[in-house]
């Protein structure tokens, strides 16, 4: 007697299987305000990102890149907190988290949460604990998982906890931190409304990296709420001296300077101030498509240094416009996590090539036909950019 299908032994899937099964076409979630513009993006959105020297836009393209690493292996790993399935993916799931803290160490604004890095982090911690016995695992922590939980923290705006965990980071490992350390915990200090504090921990940071300039530029800021006059006005000096000219915070210490010099009655070096950033508000425009927008200070610099009339005229005409770029930063809010190449004509948004492939030197790149805002150097780089999340961008597009 034949046995029936019925009785046929089923196999049955291993763990790592059944996590993979469970994958299906994952579509990862951000933390809300952790998936947002940056301006480094739309620069290179706009093919401008050539024209200026500015070390910080470098720095976050190769922040962003290093993020794009860590991120993508971590994709490849099942989201599974089954022992079985972490042994198998142990180094991987080290190499990702480690690759994101050090994306998030080298500039922060480029390494965005999400569901899927917080499973990481548990993750992580999980495999960290594997090998260490019973006894030891309570309060068990090294460098990275110390860094990875104050990022955690950070985003989630628990700014105590951020600066408790930064602390222990510190007071452990202080001689092997970067400065950009310092500075994210005296963020925090700042949330918190611990500004003295806060001021030491940025004067740290300058210590460790004079060239840190946005340092000088939030003191210059802080000291200014304080009413600290003489300090604000040298620490804008001294950003003025390191920081570069095509920044938003340089803008803001010379209209700052521009204030804090007119209350000392120098108004011929307060005007100077006023005008180079007036002159500088257009380099900013050429590059990044936009004004640096109406704070406080820019209000109060406008209408202290002119007319009445032209007051009006130059704070209106900052105000966001808001179908200004629509289309251009709804393409990168789709795939800023997809690549670290944003929407140029002269650069492939999926590999960064900037010639067609297998053509002459200097041959144009592919643009996609639907949206006709995003350029490649092959069909495969269309066709997996599109599986990436173009395709997703360009319905919206």
Aim: proline share 4%; charged share 30%; with cysteine.
């Amino acid at each position: 007697m034949s046995m029936s299908t019925a009785q046929e032994p089923v196999p049955v899937p291993t763990p790592d299987q059944a996590a993979q099964q469970q994958e299906g076409e994952y579509q990862d979630r951000f933390l809300e305000g952790s998936q947002r513009i940056i301006a480094y993006d739309l620069l290179d959105a706009r093919g401008k990102s050539e024209e200026t020297t500015d070390p910080d836009v470098k720095r976050y393209r190769e922040a962003k890149q290093t993020f794009l690493k860590g991120y993508d292996l971590a994709m490849t790993i099942p989201r599974s907190l089954d022992e079985d399935v972490l042994d198998k993916h142990e180094e991987d799931v080290k190499t990702a988290a480690e690759t994101m803290v050090s994306a998030w160490l080298m500039d922060d604004k480029a390494a965005p949460m999400s569901e899927r890095v917080l499973i990481l982090g548990q993750q992580y911690e999980k495999v960290l604990l594997k090998h260490i016995p019973e006894e030891q695992k309570e309060g068990f922590f090294i460098k990275d998982s110390l860094l990875f939980s104050a990022w955690i923290l950070l985003v989630g705006k628990q700014y105590q906890h951020c600066v408790t965990t930064l602390s222990l980071a510190i007071n452990t490992y202080g001689d092997e931190l970067p400065a950009r350390v310092f500075f994210l915990r005296g963020s925090c200090y700042f949330s918190l409304g611990r500004l003295r504090v806060g001021i030491k921990d940025l004067e740290r940071c300058l210590q460790v990296d004079p060239k840190f300039a946005v340092a000088h530029s939030v003191l210059g800021s802080i000291y200014m709420s304080l009413k600290e006059r003489e300090n604000a006005i040298r620490s804008f000096k001294q950003y003025l001296t390191i920081g570069h000219e095509d920044t938003a915070d340089y803008i803001n210490a010379q209209y700052s300077l521009s204030i804090l010099l007119s209350e000392k009655n120098k108004k011929q070096e307060a005007r100077k101030h006023f005008q180079i950033a007036r002159e500088q508000e257009k380099r900013f425009k050429f590059l990044y498509g936009t004004n640096t927008g109406m704070s406080d200070t820019k209000r109060q610099a406008v209408q202290l240094h002119e007319s009445p009339d032209e007051a009006r005229k130059i704070i209106l005409e900052s105000m966001p416009s808001k179908q200004h770029n629509a289309k251009m930063e709804q393409l990168i809010k789709a795939g800023i996590l997809r690549s670290p190449y944003a929407p140029n004509p002269k650069q492939c948004s999926n590999c960064g090539a900037e010639n067609a492939k297998d053509k002459p030197k200097g041959s144009p790149l592919l643009c996609c036909g639907a949206c006709r805002s995003i350029w490649y150097c092959s069909r495969d780089c269309q066709v997996s950019d599109y599986k990436n999340g173009h395709k997703l961008a360009c319905k919206k597009a």
